[in-house]
């Protein structure tokens, strides 16, 4: 029997609201897509990026284009040179991995050939307020052991050091989402070292990052919408320490694997990150950020899950069960 590709859209309420430098969202519209083989059915899920113009019409109607070719066998690997990065393409490859995985009975992970994954810490958000604000949210989250605070240029060293107050034992990492073209950023940069702040994400906008050339920065910086997939990398030797996989720029675990090995070939460290998502869209990245230093993969926290997501307990994620991917 040939396989059959299905795709929809489907929404999720943020848990209260998600701000970062960009703006506001109240809710997540995901595409999902699902293929079956008549015994089996593959399931995953992509996240728009919407800071590149992607949106969910776009992504499922670039999913349902490729139901003929789903039905004549095309892999992952086809997708790869048939499909662009992107949300469209994340779904699909993660629907076919389950596929896989489901069929041979293997798991993902042992596909791989990595250990068998244990839970791990993980970044859990912070939004971006006013200073006030963003103490009281930390002080509620102080028992968390990783913090990822949302920045945005003026201000930003008095949102590290009211956040530093709210939970004084955390660790610390920015992300300035792009918004400090303008400034000093090795003068900020120092500035943030004084509260222990062990990561900066993005602080140029992207196609800008020759504004670091001359940083000297004594906090590593992270890539995150400077880098999407392999034909990145070059960009970022010299600028960047880090980069920040997701997915969902990647368009996909298969891209997203490779673009580690890579990566780490350079000498870069790795970051595994996420767009709002379910637990759905987080379970492929998983093995991703077993060969990261850092994981945020906190999506489904700050949104109301799907049913039978993801287990948060404490600062951890645990790994996902086969029965939600994989």
């Known amino acids: 029997m040939s396989r059959i590709l299905t795709a929809r859209i489907e929404r999720f309420a943020v848990r209260g609201a998600f701000v970062i430098a960009r703006g506001a969202k109240t809710h997540v519209d995901v595409v ?4 079956a083989d008549g015994a089996h059915t593959g399931r ?14 776009q992504a499922l109607a670039a999913i349902e284009a490729q139901r003929d070719a789903v039905a004549g066998g095309a892999t992952r690997a086809d997708l790869l040179t048939t499909m662009p990065s992107g949300a469209a393409r994340n779904a699909l490859d993660a629907a076919l991995w389950d596929l896989e995985a489901k069929i041979s009975g293997a798991a993902v992970w042992q596909t791989l050939g990595l250990p068998k994954p244990q839970p791990m810490l993980t970044a859990y958000t912070i939004s971006l307020g006013e200073p006030g604000a963003m103490e009281a949210a930390a002080r509620a989250a102080k028992g968390r052991e990783l913090l990822k605070l949302k920045i945005s240029g003026e201000g930003d060293v008095e949102r590290v050091a009211a956040v530093r107050r709210g939970a004084p034992d955390a660790r610390l990492i920015v992300d300035a989402n792009e918004a400090w073209g303008a400034q000093d950023i090795e003068r900020l940069a120092h500035a943030l070292d004084a509260h222990r702040v062990e990561l900066i994400e993005q602080p140029v906008p992207a196609g800008q990052d020759h504004l670091l050339d001359h940083v000297r920065s004594p906090i590593p910086l992270c890539a995150d919408e400077s880098c999407h997939d392999r034909s990145n990398l070059g960009s970022l030797i010299g600028r960047y320490r880090f980069i920040n996989i997701k997915l969902d720029k990647a368009g996909g675990l298969t891209e997203a694997w490779a673009l580690a090995s890579a990566a780490k070939q350079r000498g870069l460290g790795l970051m ?5 998502s379910t637990s759905l869209g987080i379970a492929p990245a998983f093995p991703v950020a077993m060969l990261s230093q850092f994981a945020d993969l906190d999506g489904p926290l700050l949104i109301e899950d799907r049913a039978g997501g993801m287990r948060f307990e404490g600062s951890d994620v645990w790994p996902p069960e086969r029965e939600l991917w994989g």
């Open 32 to 35: 999902v897509a699902e293929v």
């Open 44 to 57: 995953g899920e992509g996240t728009p990026i919407y800071y590149r113009g992607d949106d969910v019409e």
């Open 272 to 276: 595994t990150g996420c767009m709002l």
